[in-house]
């Protein structure tokens, strides 16, 4: 195929892949974006190994998941079908997101690398929605309904791919938070998308035929006097090879007028050019023999394809060379970042500043607890995914002690800061906590002006203690201090990159008015035509929460006495497991947290079916988690 030989352990160490499982995933990914997509394999091999093996990963994993809407049903009575399959690969995924691993290898892949680059799994759940139809059958009566399935279905893999190029190129935006603020830049990318699936649809006419599917909208049939019965009995006609010849020439002016996105870093525009001028390649090769597209899949020719891709490879691996990124991988499993820089494995430093990745700076460590407790030692499929906490009891352990309860909401803020510390120590992935609730403007004036101080200290103190802790806010901005506003979105913005714990500050937040909005949103998406009502699931209105890519809560902590959710994460704690605690909050410490933990570990989960054997933490001799 013209593709350079590549050294893989190279590629996977230096990505950070070193568990051999892992590493099937990824290499199953591989094999599967080097099967079906040429140029998107070629190209990748133009990328640092982080940036390599993650489109390995979506590429791979989503042309999995739409093999399995596409590949025919058997005559066996034991077989599922197609629907079957599809809707049991998309419950594993969802449990295997709540678990944060895979239970199956590509699975893993696509994970893995969502959870190393924070990518929203929101994209995958519009996917999925729109396969879910394609199982049934799918025909375009217009262009108008071919780019609306174009833009659910293409558009945001396009884009998560285009954020990690970003990243790479120093750019710390989204793709939609640049095309929202330059809606011209937004009509560029869809173009540039438009013009990749009409070249794709003809390349792989002959395919869809097989399985009885025309992938261009009747429209363009019509227009060109093409029977789509003379498609599907692949009758070559002088209408089809003018057929052909238009929507050619249509997908060249839409690669024409799709400018690169502004980046800052050459590589990436070497590896963007060289992405589009392959595409102009393989029209120009559909052009030349209109008639061979019903019958096979056109190759690119090995001279031209050579011609573009060597000087791309020498020019990107100049521009890697000359303005690289700290981009580093993650130390292997089951080693800490001091062992891993001592691990024979590990890559030196030239290799890490020329591989690219994920971290641009050093996490530290948390301090450890003054009483010098460290976390339990659990097996990882005991351990909650996300915790979620209810802070209560700030201002009556204040009043107790015959303090002002702000007084208490600055202790309570010591008493984040130190779970925090905990959740990092003991590996927890997700801890959301309730700062401030709607209902909580009735507050007196003086409690109000404490809490708007205190919870962007917080945030800052999260963010200038340079540990591994993602911020995330979910809440509404309407009676928000702008200078509140501007600290909780700046916190995001700092720390989009850290992949240790993932902090969701739920400030100026209530659950019914969360499910509201997204049901309004959803509504004006319906009315406006973009959406059927009829394919409405649970994934597509969690698109649109407040942050779609929260995952389920395993665990729901309260503290302060009372057993109540109020309010807090009524579509996320659907199935959590519950925990009520006597203590104020002001009084708990990383130590309460572990030992919630613990209790978690002994708990049956069910989810409607057969328990698991719940399981038995050992505690290592002298490291227990003493009670606070």
């Known amino acids: 195929m013209g593709t350079p030989a590549v050294p893989l352990a190279g590629v996977y160490r230096r990505s950070g892949i070193h568990d051999p499982a892992l590493r099937r995933g990824y290499e199953e990914c591989r094999r599967a974006t080097r099967a079906t997509g040429e140029i998107e394999y070629a190209v990748s091999l133009l990328l640092p190994p982080p940036l390599r093996t ?191 010849r238009r929507l050619t020439d249509r997908a060249r002016t839409w690669l024409d007028h799709a400018p690169l996105p502004p980046v800052l870093h050459p590589a990436v525009a070497v590896a963007l050019g060289a992405y589009t001028d392959l595409y102009r390649l393989r029209l120009k090769a559909a052009a030349d023999a209109p008639a061979a597209l019903l019958h096979r899949r056109p190759a690119l020719p090995r001279n031209a394809r050579l011609r573009l891709l060597l000087p791309a490879r020498t020019k990107a691996a100049l521009s890697w060379a000359l303005f690289p990124f700290p981009i580093q991988p993650g130390p292997p499993p089951h080693l800490s970042p001091t062992d891993a820089a001592e691990a024979p494995d590990a890559p030196g430093r030239a290799e890490q500043v020329c591989a690219g990745a994920v971290q641009r700076y050093a996490p530290a460590p948390p301090p450890p607890h003054p009483s010098g407790a460290c976390p339990p030692q659990l097996p990882p499929e005991a351990m909650p995914r996300h915790v979620a906490i209810v802070m209560d009891g700030n201002g009556r352990w204040a009043t107790a002690r015959g303090l002002p309860r702000t007084d208490g909401h600055r202790a309570g803020t010591d008493a984040l800061i130190d779970v925090v510390h905990g959740a990092r120590e003991i590996g927890l992935k997700h801890l959301t906590v309730y700062a401030f609730s709607t209902e909580n403007w009735k507050r007196p004036a003086d409690e109000l002006q404490t809490l708007m101080y205190e919870i962007p200290q917080a945030m800052h103190s999260m963010v200038d203690q340079a540990l591994d802790v993602r911020l995330r806010w979910a809440g509404v901005r309407s009676r928000l201090p702008a200078d509140v506003t501007e600290t909780l979105v700046e916190a995001e913005r700092a720390t989009r990159d850290r992949t240790g714990l993932t902090l969701t500050m739920c400030v100026n937040y209530g659950g019914r008015a969360e499910i509201t909005a997204a049901a309004a949103k959803l509504a004006r998406e319906a009315a406006a035509g973009r959406i059927d009502p009829a394919s409405v699931s649970e994934h597509s209105f969690a698109r649109y929460l407040h942050v779609p890519e929260l995952p389920d809560v395993d665990l729901l902590l309260r503290t302060g006495g009372d057993q109540r959710t109020s309010n807090f994460l009524p579509w996320q704690a659907t199935y959590a497991e519950l925990l009520f605690l006597d203590t104020p909050w002001p009084e708990v410490d990383r130590r309460t947290l572990w030992k919630a933990i613990e209790q978690y570990a002994r708990r049956t989960r069910r989810y409607g079916s057969v328990p698991r054997i719940p399981a038995q933490p050992t505690l290592p001799s002298g490291h227990g988690a003493p009670a606070p």
């Open 54 to 244: 993650a489109t390995w990963a979506l590429y791979g994993a989503v042309r999995a998941v739409d093999d399995l809407a596409d590949a025919p049903d058997t005559a066996e009575g034991a077989d599922p079908g197609r629907a079957g399959r599809l809707e049991a690969w998309i419950s594993a995924f969802d449990a295997d997101l709540r678990e944060g691993r895979g239970s199956d290898p590509v699975r893993q892949a696509l994970i893995h690398t969502m959870l190393t680059w924070n990518l929203p799994p929101g994209f995958l759940h519009t996917l999925f929605e729109e396969l879910r139809q394609d199982v049934h059958g799918r025909q375009f009566a217009t262009w108008q309904e071919w780019r609306r399935y174009n833009s659910l279905i293409n558009t945001p893999l396009v884009l998560r791919a285009g954020s990690l190029l970003m990243r790479a190129a120093g750019l710390s935006a989204e793709p939609e938070a640049i095309a929202a603020g330059v809606p011209d830049m937004a009509i560029a990318w869809q173009t540039a998308v438009d013009a990749i699936y009409l070249t794709d649809a003809l390349v792989d006419l002959s395919d869809d035929l097989d399985r009885g599917h025309v992938p261009l909208p009747q429209e363009a049939l019509d227009e060109a006097g093409v029977p789509r019965a003379d498609l599907l009995t692949r009758r070559t006609t002088p209408a089809f090879e003018e057929l052909v």
